[in-house]
């Protein structure tokens, strides 16, 4: 059988890489198009390597960005993103990939999709899954998106230039509500869990009502299967309450913790203060070994709110909310207000990096 060759472009973006395809190269949404994301990136794969495809075999790196022409008049593209199952053949549209987000503004500008303005260009950025706007703040030198830079992520080797991302008005992208149920907290499988969707929908927990500090490692967070099944039992009923079942991607579910001191997976010890919560995520059945964007941004708005679990756990931080994760600490600037005398997130905003690997043609049977 011959294979077909689809143009895309392999990118990094933030602590994720994602195959970018133009939304005219590939078929309309539907069975059709999922078929060239799975074997593009090597799904379903029963061993779980994706070893026939670009993926990596761990959800932050078996994911597809499509970026087409803007459909409404304040953005200047459209990106949809696609989360493909490693071991199944699903290919899941349900919510937003923050890290994904950071690479179509230098995929845009680089494509000629938008005008690169020299030293910084906006990209306003619709997002179809969640039906919100992102503006990308892209720094630009030659005409090009900037690689080259002095900002450290964690998680990512190196340092690369900073990209901007701004989430506007975040609550509700996949329920409609901030507070899906209405309430900061309440008791799901006997446990305080605050169900919170702001970019993405996330419950959340505390880690010492697991039994755990919130400083464990991805590796023994996976290892302990036990904690595995009771973590989809508290999501699976959090989906069925914030009305989005059916779904593996969300709701994403975090446990959290006070400030404490914790290692990274690069052996660096970081003190109590270095960060105002900790917490692990579970993304697609495995612990992130960073965190997911979008969870962490709803993570910093929950810490904005009194009454949920992370802001129990987080409620010193005035400023940026200063996340410790396996990888380091990532501060994120969330604010929020009040609005119908509800909370209301006005935006949040994070910081990332991105860099084009590869371009050319992806070639699928």
């Not at 549209?93 to 845009?108: H, I, K, M, T």
């Not at 099944?229 to 009923?237: G, H, N, Q, S, V």
């Not at 959290?256 to 690069?266: E, G, Q, R, S």
């Amino acid at each position: 059988m011959s294979q077909r060759k689809i143009r895309a472009v392999y990118m990094r973006g933030g602590t994720s890489r994602c195959l970018v395809f133009h939304e005219p190269d590939l078929p309309a949404p539907g069975p059709a198009r999922d078929r060239i994301l799975l074997a593009a990136l090597g799904s379903p794969d029963p061993y779980g390597r994706q070893l026939d495809g670009l993926g990596g075999g761990i959800s932050s790196l078996s994911k597809a960005c499509i970026i087409g022409p803007a459909s409404r008049p304040d953005a200047d593209v459209d990106y949809t993103f696609a989360q493909v199952e490693v071991t199944k053949p699903v290919v899941d549209y349900n919510g937003n990939c923050g890290n994904c987000s950071s690479s179509v503004g230098p995929f845009a500008i680089d494509e000629g999709l938008v005008k690169a303005v020299e030293g910084e260009t906006l990209v306003r950025i619709h997002n179809t899954n969640t039906k919100k706007l992102i503006v990308a703040h892209v720094p630009v030198k030659d005409g090009e998106a900037a690689v080259e830079g002095d900002f450290a992520l964690a998680g990512v080797a190196g340092r690369g230039a900073r990209i901007a991302l701004d989430f506007l008005d975040p609550g509700g992208a996949g329920t409609g509500r901030l507070l899906p149920t209405g309430a900061a907290r309440e008791v799901i499988d006997g446990l305080d869990a605050s169900l919170v969707d702001a970019t993405n929908p996330i419950v959340f927990v505390r880690a010492r009502d697991l039994g755990l500090t919130g400083t464990e490692t991805p590796q023994a967070v996976d290892a302990d299967r036990a904690l595995a099944a009771r973590l989809e039992t508290i999501r699976l009923e959090a989906a069925r309450r914030m009305g989005i079942p059916g779904s593996a991607s969300v709701p994403k579910v975090a446990f959290v913790a006070p400030p404490t001191p914790f290692t990274t997976l690069d052996g660096v010890t970081h003190p109590a203060d270095a960060a105002d919560v900790v917490a692990r995520v579970i993304s697609m059945g495995n612990c992130h070994r960073a965190f997911a964007l979008t969870a962490a941004m709803c993570l910093a708005v929950a810490a904005r709110i009194e009454g949920t679990v992370v802001h129990e756990c987080a409620g010193r931080a005035r400023g940026d909310v200063s996340l410790g994760h396996p990888s380091g600490v990532l501060p994120i600037a969330a604010r929020v207000g009040r609005r119908d005398g509800a909370p209301w997130a006005e935006s949040v905003t994070v910081y990332r990096t991105a860099r084009r690997l590869m371009e050319g043609f992806v070639r699928v049977p």
